[in-house]
């Protein structure tokens, strides 16, 4: 009976997940076709007119000291732009809940096989390799997960202006 409890647990956690990753798929590809959202299009920003050059300064004579302060201070550059993948990345939000779901599916089903082991009679075949197969999926989803805070992060660094 215990068997049967923890095995159908097991399918409907799977099976869970599964659905929700399908779900996940479909609505990232239906926005791939219908294209972005009204609410989410940014309005076009009216080209800058051109102005007038302002007359030529004369430039004062420069002060010895002060040049030397301008030579010693290195020139900072600007951020460059993140690349698509990294635009692309940063946007997905659902890595971090899945793969926390991965893993803690993982730790379940390993205690579940330490139980097994435990008792007289042997484990189903096959539910070791199970065990195997979720735990490098869990690890997949979290090396995944990492990515994508990172890559929230370098597109946060970009837009406030900030270097890397």
Not at 38 to 47: D, E, F, L, Q, S
Not at 79 to 94: F, H, K, N, Q, V
Request: aromatic share 8%.
């Amino acid at each position: 009976m215990a068997y049967v409890l923890v095995m159908s647990g097991l399918a409907l956690s799977v099976s869970f997940t599964l659905g929700w990753v399908l779900w996940r798929t479909a609505r990232g590809l239906w926005g791939l076709v219908a294209g972005p959202p009204a609410r989410g299009r940014a309005k076009p920003r009216a080209k800058p007119r051109a102005r007038k050059a302002p007359a030529p300064r004369r430039a004062a004579p420069a002060r010895k000291p002060a040049a030397r302060k301008a030579a010693s201070k290195p020139v900072e550059k600007a951020p460059s732009r993140p690349w698509g993948l990294t635009r692309w990345l940063s946007r997905r939000r659902s890595a971090l809940p899945l793969s926390s779901l991965a893993l803690l599916l993982y730790a379940l089903t390993r205690l579940v096989e330490f139980g097994m082991t435990r008792r007289p009679q042997s484990p189903p075949a096959g539910y070791h390799d199970l065990v195997n197969v979720l735990g490098w999926l869990a690890a997949g989803l979290l090396a995944l997960a990492l990515l994508n805070l990172l890559a929230r992060w370098r597109c946060s660094q970009a837009a406030s202006g900030s270097d890397p």
